[in-house]
């Protein structure tokens, strides 16, 4: 008997280039090709907003089964909302407010080879710091990311904030090119699996998949089978390894004749 089977795709680098709309190439393929073998399903590490931005808008609950934002903090499914946490209500006011001005001071002493706005953006279940800033260009965040690879800027805030919060119960995860997400551990992307029932698979695609990646923790989850992509056009070309598998077994199963009893 066919496996009932579930994709589940990260955003940003995954379906889209970072921070980008989705080509219309690959919307088509997952929505025609793939939603006819498969339910689809997305996980980000932003709100809500930017992932419908990226991802068709006010439709996007009528083209995915699940919808998570947010590490899936945020959920929908079909359409309705899940029950949602906030990061504020598992630490505190108090602690919040001193990671947060730990941040601001730390981000103000940094000399980076440009500076911009919205260097922490708060939301429902986690904060997102960024040491150059949001409101920079697309030209600049790719600057930066190649600054960052270099000179680890990122990695080297997160151990900062290890050092002078160790109490805090928290887990720092790397995303994106200019960013890192702060939030209460075990509210990595793997929170969205308890929402989803009723499967035989869940196949995970995402792109940061290694230890500290935001990808990490799904993609190597014993509920999930997982795939690790470089881009949208590899996530493609996965998906048709996986369609192939799947279809070769289907007709293994449709031309196997059961054995007749003496």
Known sequence: MSK???????????????????KPHVEKF?????????DVAVIGGSDLNKLREQLGGGSIFEKYKYVFAENGIVGFKDGKQLPAETIQSVIGEEALQDLINFCLKYISELHLPF?????????????????VGRNCSQEERIQFYEYDIENQIRQKFIQALKKEFPDLALTYSIGGQISFDVFPVGWNKTYCLR????????HFFGDKTTEGGNDFEIYESDITVGHCVTCPEDTINQ????????????????FTVPMQCA
């Open 239 to 254: 998906l048709n390894v996986l369609m192939a598998l799947v279809k070769e077994k289907k007709d293994k199963e449709q």
């Open 115 to 131: 500076k911009r706005g919205t260097f922490i953006e708060f939301r429902t279940g986690m904060i997102n710091v960024s040491p």
């Open 195 to 202: 929402y989803i029932q009723g499967y035989d698979e869940i």
């Open 4 to 22: 009932k089977i579930i994709c589940l795709f990260d955003v940003d680098g995954t379906l889209t280039d970072p921070r980008q709309l989705i």
């Open 30 to 38: 997952v929505l025609e090709t793939v939603r006819k073998e498969f």
